[in-house]
T-cell receptor, first 114, second 116 residues
Framework: NAGVTQTPKFRILKIGQSMTLQCTQDMNHNYMYWYRQDPGMGLKLIYYSVGAGITDKGEVPNGYNVSRSTTEDFPLRLELAAPSQTSVYFC?????????????FGSGTQLSVL | AQSVAQPEDQVNVAEGNPLTVKCTYSVSGNPYLFWYVQYPNRGLQFLLKYITGDNLVKGSYGFEAEFNKSQTSFHLKKPSALVSDSALYFCAVRRYSGAGSYQLTFGKGTKLSVIP
């Protein structure tokens, strides 16, 4: 049981480039989330999904896009990367809503935009 | 707005001593509160949650948290610290985000260092 798997672990982008952060979970969880973690700032929710085909914005969605075509996968797309998007990105999942169930996190993607 | 505050950026404690990591909350209604731990180069791991019931909540790895409604606090505690407890600890609170959905709002985190 792999849990939540994120790829890549590290990436350096140039300003204006695009990339997709991959996230997959094998726990058949309905809910999936993308967070970014900045030093001293805690975690901020970027996007979340309550099931295949359904996504919604979190606190800081600008500059990002997501899709949820299957229960297992929830990729995060960065278009026109900017230095402000330098951060550590975490994908997470839960079976029910995160208010009553614990979140399972991936190990993160460290992204630098130069 | 629902929020949590972690007043200490860093907590240092000697191995074997009791530890406390502080969290205060601001919510309307009954709070749903959580603690997560992040070890170096890892994702966050769930430690414990408070929804209702006993004010003392027991969680993973020997941790517990005390819910105090009058002080609006939810401090994380452990009777005897281990060096392996050194990590980043996050408090979180549930908030309603509309259309029947809820989200977690995380604190900024507290770095715990247990000194051998």
């Amino acid at each position: 049981n792999a849990g939540v798997t994120q790829t890549p672990k590290f990436r350096i982008l140039k300003i204006g480039q695009s990339m997709t952060l991959q996230c997959t979970q094998d726990m058949n969880h309905n809910y999936m989330y993308w967070y970014r973690q900045d030093p001293g700032m805690g975690l901020k929710l970027i996007y979340y999904s309550v099931g295949a085909g359904i996504t919604d914005k979190g606190e800081v969605p600008n500059g990002y896009n997501v899709s949820r075509s299957t229960t297992e996968d929830f990729p995060l797309r960065l278009e026109l990367a900017a230095p402000s998007q330098t951060s550590v990105y975490f994908c997470a999942s839960s079976y029910l809503g995160q208010s009553n169930e614990k979140l399972f996190f991936g190990s993160g993607t460290q992204l630098s935009v130069l | 707005a629902q929020s949590v505050a972690q007043p200490e950026d860093q907590v240092n404690v000697a191995e074997g001593n009791p530890l406390t990591v502080k969290c205060t909350y601001s919510v309307s209604g009954n709070p749903y509160l959580f603690w997560y731990v992040q070890y170096p180069n890892r994702g966050l791991q769930f430690l414990l949650k408070y929804i209702t019931g006993d004010n003392l909540v027991k969680g993973s790895y020997g941790f517990e948290a005390e819910f105090n409604k009058s002080q609006t606090s939810f401090h994380l505690k452990k009777p005897s610290a281990l060096v392996s407890d050194s990590a980043l600890y996050f408090c979180a609170v549930r908030r309603y985000s509309g259309a029947g959905s809820y989200q977690l709002t995380f604190g900024k985190g507290t770095k715990l260092s247990v000194i051998p």
